[in-house]
């Protein structure tokens, strides 16, 4: 009799298991370590009674793992990379979905105007000030390199004054903190790290720091076994004004890390 309910029972546990349906979203830190993806996801949840699985990445991780055919949904801040992405095949739908900006930190007694980005990393590369990279090809570390690139430096990979230490943003930054050294963030990391006693924002609200994210659905021709239909509707629900309304309201210490822009 007890063998028989245990049969039972574990039946009962394997259809409900099977009955879950979920998604997993390759996403970029930024968008896990404020809260937002976990905030809005819980709202997806709720309404369509799908799981969704986020997987806190770089962008250049995260795109290799959707090229593997792990994921049904891309969410990240390259959009060279995304459109290469989406030209290979890999991807069958992109819309661009929020934005926010960078920043350029640094250690508090910098006390120089910031007239622009180009001149402030030349004053990094000419007087040698200690600089934290990503270093993980994140879409920070790719905005990190046009930023060299625009400014006519040749990436700094072997000055001493260089440390590239393959962290994310939260890291990055705790690194950047212990050793008052200059570093890139994305600004709603920024708002959303706590220890940052050393550090402020040397350069802001320039045209080269705009920090456009996309959200991509990924092909089921590398896996057929994705779960698109349900990954459609998460597309379609984060890209409506119901999804506009969450993310735009989503706050870390009183201010909005995120601004809505899909058409």
């Known amino acids: 009799m007890i063998r028989v309910l245990l049969i039972f029972i574990s039946i009962f546990l394997l259809k409900n298991a099977l009955a879950i349906e979920y998604i997993t979203i390759a996403s970029t830190t930024s968008t ?39 994921v049904e949904i891309l969410l990240v801040h390259h959009k060279k990379s995304e459109l290469e992405f989406m030209n290979k095949g890999y991807g069958t739908l992109r819309h661009d979905l929020m934005y926010n900006d960078f920043v350029l930190i640094g250690p508090k007694k910098d006390k120089n105007t ?19 990279s990503r270093g993980d090809e994140s ?90 239909e349900e990954a459609k509707k998460y597309i379609e629900w984060i890209t409506s004004k119901e999804a506009k309304k969450l993310i735009n309201n989503y706050r870390v210490n009183g201010k909005q890390l995120f601004f809505f822009n899909h058409n």
């Not at 937002?36 to 795109?63: M, W």
């Not at 980005?117 to 007087?127: G, H, L, R, T």
């Open 32 to 70: 896990h370590d404020t809260g937002l993806l976990e905030y809005i996801n819980k709202e997806f949840e709720k309404k369509y009674k799908i799981k969704v699985r986020a997987l806190s990445l770089g962008t250049g991780q995260a795109i290799k793992v959707a090229m593997d055919g792990n």
């Open 114 to 132: 910031c007239s622009s980005i180009e001149d402030k990393m030349i004053e990094i590369n000419k007087s040698k000030l200690l600089f934290i």
């Open 139 to 228: 879409g920070t570390h790719k905005k990190e390199k046009e930023l060299w690139q625009l400014s006519n430096i040749n990436m700094p990979f072997k000055e001493n004054w260089y440390l590239s230490v393959g962290q994310g943003m939260g890291s990055t930054l705790l690194i950047a903190n212990q050793k008052n050294a200059y570093t890139l963030s994305d600004r709603s990391t920024w708002i959303a790290f706590n220890k940052k006693e050393n550090l402020q924002i040397v350069c802001e609200n320039l045209p080269p720091l705009f920090n456009q994210y996309g959200i991509i659905l990924v092909s089921n021709k590398i896996n057929n076994n994705l779960n698109i």
